[in-house]
């Protein structure tokens, strides 16, 4: 019995022993882990404090960017409406300018038209054909009439076209400010208004022209009035020529500016900016 005891009490002790020994190895290993906890999460922390900081950069950037082309754009329109305001006033001083000469050149036919008339008259008063008389001053009235009414109309017409040439000049700013290629459309922008500055030259000269009726004898009137008129005729041609080949050369920029893909919408590009 007493033997039996001793063993248990032996046993007993060992098996603290042991219990001893597991308690203080798991102490050891949580004593461990606990800061390698705490340093994942430190990292993790670190980690999500370090993206969010990236993000906020990438976020700052685009905003300075998206900033930068709104000020970019801004400063596009602004430029294109100095741009049509500046063509506007151009085209204004222009016209009014065209029409003063107008108005000289209408003036000088005038007083040479009352010369002309007085002429006239002295030179149908050897014609002893009263019915005669009448048909070479009506085809004389008739003459001058013919060229202002036309240089009228042609001088409205350049106008017109003057302000055709403007519509399509800030059309195309429009599209060059929105990163479009009108290279092409200023070539023949230049030659439009080329054409139309020659044509304006001419039909100002053709304004203050007359024509008078050279009489040399009674049984030569008509041939001599049929003379007058194909002088004018001639001269009417020639600026009539001159007009055309400027809508010629307008139609022509017209085209070109079509040529140009979505003109009123094309789509800004950061390299356009």
Do not use: C
């Not at 007993?12 to 705490?38: L, N, Q």
């Not at 906020?56 to 905003?63: F, L, P, S, T, Y």
């Amino acid at each position: 019995m007493v033997m039996a005891g001793i063993i248990v009490q032996s046993g007993m002790a060992v098996f603290a022993e042991d219990g001893a020994g597991v308690s203080g190895s798991v102490a050891a290993d949580v004593h461990v882990a606990v800061p390698a906890a705490r340093n994942i999460k430190t990292r993790a922390m670190e980690n999500r404090d370090e993206a969010k900081g990236i993000m906020q950069e990438k976020r700052a950037a685009v905003k300075e960017m998206v900033a930068e082309k709104k000020e970019a754009i801004q400063e596009r329109k602004l430029d294109l409406k100095a741009a049509i305001a500046g063509r506007k006033e151009a085209f204004d001083k222009a016209r009014e300018e065209f029409r003063a000469k107008m108005e000289t050149r209408k003036e000088e036919f005038k007083t040479k038209r009352e010369a002309i008339k007085a002429e006239l008259k002295v030179k149908l008063g050897k014609i002893k054909d009263e019915r005669k008389k009448e048909i070479v001053d009506r085809l004389d009235n008739k003459l001058a009439d013919i060229n202002a009414r036309l240089t009228a109309h042609w001088a409205e017409a350049l106008n017109h076209l003057s302000e055709l040439v403007t519509k399509i000049s800030s059309r195309a700013d429009k599209a060059a400010a929105n990163g479009a290629d009108v290279s092409a459309v200023r070539t023949r922008i230049t030659a439009a208004e080329a054409a139309i500055a020659a044509a304006k030259t001419a039909v100002a000269a053709q304004a203050a022209k007359t024509y008078a009726i050279a009489i040399t004898t009674e049984d030569k009137l008509k041939a001599d009035v049929a003379a007058m008129r194909q002088t004018l005729n001639n001269d009417l041609k020639i600026v009539r020529d001159a007009v055309q080949a400027a809508r010629k050369a307008v139609e022509e920029a017209v085209k070109a500016l079509k040529a140009v893909p979505k003109v009123d919408t094309a789509t800004t590009t950061p390299a356009a900016l």
